[in-house]
């Protein structure tokens, strides 16, 4: 585990350091005026000599290259910068928000798990049944179904129409305190929604899985041997039938990062979400270069983590890739 664990921590810094250098040629490319972002509505009267004095205080004038290799050098002794556009250095940023985004994203990867697991299971005892043909449908509709839509379907119908449920935000309106009821009861529509588009997959995987594991010989001469199908579901066609799950937890990391982005948006949810936004709006170089870090380090670990699930699982599988 360990070597396998150093491998992939040496194969993440080229991977890093390319993913950030694109990160500022793209921004480099675009249309945007860092500097006018920067200003704000000052920038619009502000004569050219101004904005030339402050793209040279910005550095926003030096070379494409120059700028990057700056931030990387700092990066690596731990100094991210500052944020133009959120004017408060990017690790304070961050800082502020990542944990809200964890939790949300922790909460939703968990209950989709699970569900899924679950609903997987039940479809896969009797193929071709009723509970089989309901649970596939229902996985292909949430397959097509776009997060923001669920996240405001499931806001005029628990929100707005019952009432049940806070729209979005942290907090109650009014409420200067922080507390974990409210977080929790805010907590819900988002993970919920979150939770229903990463469903499908975990459905759909775990339903394969099993199914085909009821049909090996091992599980069907435990069958033979009169146990009973409860016994053989668990603990024999599920430990086998989720092998292939393990291997999913790791590529719907990125889609889940990206799930998440649109439903902290939809739901007002106070994580990464609003600063990715705001970065990329005002060219904000060491914002967008630190979050697209966060997000590939994110994928890596989740890459890394479901290969050491899996050959913890499957002893066969060993911690050679």
Not at 298 to 303: E, T, Y
């Amino acid at each position: 585990m360990a070597r396998l664990a150093g491998r992939r921590a040496l194969f993440a810094v080229p991977v890093l350091g390319t993913v950030t250098f694109g990160v500022f040629a793209i921004a480099a490319a675009s249309p945007f005026d860092p500097v006018k972002a920067y200003a704000g509505t000052a920038g619009l009267s502000a004569s050219q000599r101004t904005l030339d004095q402050l793209r040279a205080n910005l550095g926003a004038d030096r070379p494409l290259v120059a700028r990057w290799w700056d931030w990387l050098t700092s990066a690596v002794r731990g100094d991210l910068g500052d944020s133009g556009s959120m004017r408060q250095p990017v690790a304070d940023v961050i800082g502020e928000r990542v944990g809200w985004s964890v939790l949300l994203a922790a909460t939703a990867f968990l209950l989709a798990v699970l569900v899924g697991g679950l609903l997987g299971v039940l479809a896969a005892r009797r193929p071709g049944g009723w509970t089989d043909r309901a649970v596939t449908s229902l996985a292909y509709t949430l397959e097509a179904a776009p997060p923001f839509w669920l996240g405001l379907l499931v806001m005029w119908l628990f929100a707005l129409k019952l009432g049940v449920l806070p729209a979005g935000g942290l907090t109650d309106t009014g409420s200067t305190v922080v507390t974990a009821g409210q977080v929790a009861r805010h907590l819900v529509l988002p993970a919920a929604v979150l939770a229903l588009s990463q469903l499908p997959w975990f459905v759909l995987y775990v339903r394969q899985g099993v199914g085909d594991a009821l049909q090996e010989d091992p599980v069907r001469g435990a069958r033979a041997r009169g146990l009973a199908e409860r016994r053989v579901l668990l603990g024999h066609a599920l430990r086998s039938g989720m092998l292939p799950v393990l291997t999913l937890i790791g590529s719907r990391v990125p889609e889940l990062i990206t799930g998440a982005l649109l439903v902290e948006t939809v739901f007002s949810w106070p994580g990464i979400a609003a600063a990715t936004v705001e970065a990329a709006t005002a060219v904000d170089f060491p914002l967008l270069a630190a979050l697209t870090v966060l997000a590939t380090v994110a994928v890596l670990a989740g890459n890394l983590l479901a290969d050491l699930l899996y050959g913890l699982a499957d002893p066969r599988v060993g911690f050679d890739g």
